[in-house]
């Protein structure tokens, strides 16, 4: 019996694309119906609180648009998005309905999230979900996401989701029945049962997205995100869509990821782990010293030189004089206003273009240091 998966009141449950549909493309109704069976027995049978992350949107668009495969583009991939979405939804919707349990539909951009306001909304937005007994269901906005669309196939944002609603637990289900410490087509390869720490799997090799062609992720990504929740003190169940009852019922299925570290600020995870940089700015070796030594903010005075095209609000990354990226923030000013701030201190700035530029060019609450 795992502990963490029995106690667990509010849980994420992410569905990979080829657990939803089949290799040409199109939903598979008996997989969703499958699904949706067991998420509403543990939904009524224990006060649980279920929240779906659900790929599928760009497999279920595939063959009412005659397309065969995945397309590589980013505007068919759009195209098959805004088609998709709505069968998904529906087939979720009337599926729920058998059991008289009404879904809400969440679309989430990883903008959304490292941005104040959009990441504020979010949070109220699934919260009240929740409280009026509907189940939300998420997934990447695929029609307007540019970079984001590769995402890693959902994987990253239902960590990033977990960590949002402030769950108990995150279940992984995909076509793979766990992390195996080889290939799980050969023999000898077995499966590996629980991973208290990264020094658990360093020896393994991860490997990439399957054969079916219809998703993006792998292994590699539902390991990164398992990394993410369980370092934000969330438990993680990795395991085939066909387990998804024994490892909700905390049976010994599956690969299970204890937890590692504990809560931090939800946005800064979202900035660290699910932001775009749109830009650089390099800092003298002072800067660098006070916001990664000191956890100072960043102010004019200590910033070298001003690279990319961003707005204020968009996170950069913030380099040293090497290059080397030490970490990330959300600026305060648009890259056409820095290089007038370059090296100045706030006081001047302030007497000279007003009150306006008496502040820091990253905050020390919208920062996040970067590993070495």
């Known amino acids: 019996m795992r502990q963490g998966v029995a106690e667990a009141r509010r849980i994420v449950v992410k569905i990979g ?16 119906d499958a699904l949706v069976d067991v998420l ?49 939804v529906a087939r ?21 999230m490292a941005r104040r306001a959009h990441h504020r909304n979010a949070s109220r937005t699934l919260d009240q979900l929740l409280a009026m007994g509907a189940l939300p269901v998420v997934n990447e906005n695929d029609t307007v996401a540019t970079d984001e669309i590769r995402f890693g196939d959902n994987d990253r944002l239902a960590a990033l989701v977990a960590h949002l609603v402030h769950a108990d637990l995150l279940v992984l289900l995909s076509d793979v029945d ?23 799997i ?19 990504t539902k390991v990164e995100a398992a990394g993410i929740a369980a370092a934000a003190g969330i ?10 009852a024994d490892a909700l019922a905390a049976r010994d299925t599956g690969t299970y990821f204890h937890r590692t570290g504990r809560r ?17 700015l390099t800092l003298d070796d002072g800067a660098v010293k006070a916001v990664v030594e000191g956890r100072k903010s960043l102010l004019p005075a200590g910033i070298a030189a001003v690279e990319g095209e961003f707005n204020a609000g968009d996170p950069v990354e913030l380099r040293d004089t090497t290059g080397r990226a030490v970490a990330r923030g959300l600026v305060n000013f648009d890259a056409k206003e820095i290089p007038q701030l370059i090296g100045r201190s706030t006081r001047e700035l302030a007497r000279e273009l007003g009150p306006a530029y008496e502040r820091e060019v990253v905050h020390r609450d919208d920062l996040v240091l970067l590993r070495a």
């Open 17 to 32: 694309s080829s657990s939803l549909t089949t290799a040409e493309g199109g939903l598979d109704a008996d997989r969703v």
């Open 40 to 88: 509403t027995k543990v939904r009524n049978g224990g006060a649980k609180e279920i929240v779906l992350v659900s790929s599928g949107a760009i497999a279920a668009g595939l063959a009412p648009l005659g397309l065969r495969r995945r397309p590589k583009d980013l505007a068919r991939q759009q195209a098959a998005a805004s088609v998709g979405q709505g069968l998904l």
């Open 92 to 112: 979720y919707t009337a599926s729920f309905a058998r059991y008289g349990v009404r879904v809400g539909q969440v679309l989430l951009t990883s903008d959304d």
């Open 178 to 200: 766990g992390l195996y410490d080889g290939d799980p087509a050969k023999p000898g390869s077995s499966r590996i049962s629980e991973v208290r720490g990264p020094a658990d």
């Open 202 to 220: 360093a020896h393994v090799k991860i490997g990439s997205a399957g054969k079916a062609g219809v998703g993006t992720g792998g292994m590699v």
């Open 235 to 244: 438990p993680v169940v990795l395991t085939s869509a066909v387990h998804a």
């Open 264 to 280: 931090s600020a939800d946005r800064l995870l979202w900035l660290q782990h699910a932001s775009t940089p749109q830009g650089a």
